[in-house]
């Protein structure tokens, strides 16, 4: 067979242009993708990220790459409001143990892309199983005056980076940057420097059962440090290929390259990969919203959005 | 049917599919010659064209490895239907023969109704010229 491995061009969310993809290392293309937060039922715009990487994962296969594919699991830290977790809010909602709000929506994100027939990935890392490498990576990123401690908290210090980098260059936020600067500071985020710097780890609440021991006492780790600690520990200070929905390019993907610089001083990403929005009659299928198909309503057809129920595999095909 | 000649450039049709893939794993240009792959074994199915048995056999794997390999279509049911699957296979194979009956027998209006209730439930009946 003809090798088509030399002439692949990839769309660089980073250069904002499809550039010639050349693997780093000669044994195996390196991609991390960025999992689900496990607190509720994944919907299909979800679904399409993980479909279109499964696809990517598969061609880069057939033609004949080693991939190592790291997808993680975000069972803590993803926070709202600056305040709690995603997780241990829902487990209040559902009166069960966080945990128990973890193991429940990651069997059912399993089970929906077994419908979908996607590959699993090489390594499926879970945020919580791996919190001494973000404390080292903290300690690192604190001894490089990056972060900050405060009242058991640590804190990434975006002004501080500022003086040798753009934060929000990558996702074109330099307006949104400003006005966080400007905005007042809620009462959960008076004790950061400046609102826009994020959570490396947060002190726990003291009914939070979710927590850690840490340097900086009990705790529990920030959303964006888990991936960037993850992906380095699985393929490598330096990879191919990092993705995720648009969604996450600001702030995750964003608060990730300034981990990743801080520590390292260099991008240690080749491509920068995004998925689009999935749109339901023309508006972002979201779940706040109410405008949102999940998949098992596509395929059993209980939908008042569709006449009819669709094979997952019609909707994979179309993904 | 000469079975050495082909009408068709099966190779030229293999280079695009996967030039279609190198540029930014472009699937909606790959699928798109998928179906020109499909429309292809009708008209030869019809006469129209013809593929050498060579040719004819890189298609098929080419086929299989873009559909099922790279895209990740299945023939095979996921686990949550693994059951059932053999008895809806059976099921739907006898309704589609009472079809065929009532086509044979003019029954147009009852042969549409089942090809209709059969496209509700994901069962796509493609009807072909003389071909009850």
Redesign the interface.
Known sequence: MHDYSHNIRIYNSIKKKKELFIPINKSYIGIYVCGPTVYRKIHLGNCRTFIYFDVVFRYLKSIGFNVRYVRNITDVGHLENDREDKIYNKARIEDIEPMEIAQKYTLYFHNILNLFNTLPPSIEPIASGHIIEQIDLINKLIDKGVAYKVNGSVYFDVKFYNNNNNYGLFSNRFKIANLLANRIQNKYQIEKKNPHDFALWKIKNYKHIMKWSSPWGYGFPGWHIECTAMSIKYIGDIFDIHGGGIDLKFPHHECEIAQFKSVFNKNIVSFWMHTNILTLNGNKMSKSTGNVLLPNEIINGKTFFLKRSFSPYVIRFFF | MNNSISTFNVKSWI?KC?EA?????N?PVL?SYLFRAVQLIQDIRSGKEQLSLSDLNILKETMF?FSF??????IYP???YQLYFNIIKYLVQIIIQIRIKARYDQLWEYSDNIRLEL????VLLNDVPHDI
Do not use: P, Q
């Not at chain 2, 390999?69 to 299945?74: Q, R, T, V």
């Not at chain 2, 496209?119 to 994901?122: D, E, H, R, S, Y």
């Open positions: 280079k996967y893939m190198n540029d930014d794993f699937s699928i490895t390999d790279i895209l990740g279509i299945s996921t686990f949550k496209l509700k439930v994901g």
